[in-house]
């Protein structure tokens, strides 16, 4: 074993009552760390929660090892009684567990590493569902139990949602970004600064903007939006969870979906998609030359990544058209301030 590793972690988190962890908070998660770092977090590194005794060792060889942050933070771990953790990621590998997910999601909502840039596979199956409640994470086996503790208080037990993944602002908060409806940015998106998500946006995890940008639309996983784009109220990208196949679905620079518009195809940049027009792979589309005379037909898959095109709908023929992009979207300014 080398003294090299792809990450870490010291985090503070939930488990149930069978003592399986349901989620898990990194303050500080890290790339590359140092080599002496390495050596002394691999001890303590594991699922198993550590406890106050094994935080205060933990503590002191991060000091030593010259990483007052992180010891200062196994300090506040050690005092808090809460389950607390210490993940070492020695490769770039597909979580195993729980600590090792969250840990993955945080990297990307921290903009530590880029959607498609870290292993990501079996998410679904190591993840847990859980409850997201006003008390915390709570298992759904042992919901109904807290609901009545709750009413038997005189307290309501506030249910935000039940899902796999939590909302990412109650852990991440990225510098620089405008959010209407936190509920509709999941952990593990990767919000570049200068975007906007209004209340009708989402980004999906493994999924985001390079920023700046306007989203009111549908980001879905896997899909990265590039910078200066603006995805229009209701519309949708094809992600790699809803039916986008092997096709990585992602949107260059200075693009422009329209209201209730989709995509099934990356776009490359300065192109844009006509209101209300879905763009999947197989779609025919008839080719126009600069003079707006038909040059032909293809299909959407043969024109992926290619810019400055703009995709339309004849309102005669209803065919759908594709012709050179004259026009570049300039992104109103004032929309994207950010202090």
Known sequence: MTDQAFAYGLGVGTRNQQSQWLEVFYPQPAL???PALVEA?????????LDSDQLVALAEALSAAGDADAAALARRLAD??????AVLLESDAAPANVPEAYLKLHLLSHRLVKPHAIALDGVFGVLRNVAWTNEGAIDLDELDERQLAA???GDVLEVACVDKFPKMTNYVVPKGVRIAHTARVRLGAYLGEGTTVMHEGFV???AGTEGPGMIEGRISAGVFVGAGSDLGGGCSTIGTLSGGGNIVISVGENCLIGANAGIGIPLGDRCTVESGLFITAGTKVTLLDDSGAEAGQARARDLMGQSDLLFRRNSLSGAVEC????????LNEELHKHN
């Open 32 to 34: 590359a760390p140092a």
């Open 41 to 49: 977090l691999r001890p303590f590194a594991g699922e198993e929660p």
């Open 80 to 85: 808090s009684g809460r389950p607390a953790v």
């Open 151 to 153: 009413r038997l208080r």
């Open 204 to 206: 999906n995890f493994n």
């Open 323 to 330: 012709l050179t992009n004259r026009s570049a979207i300039a």
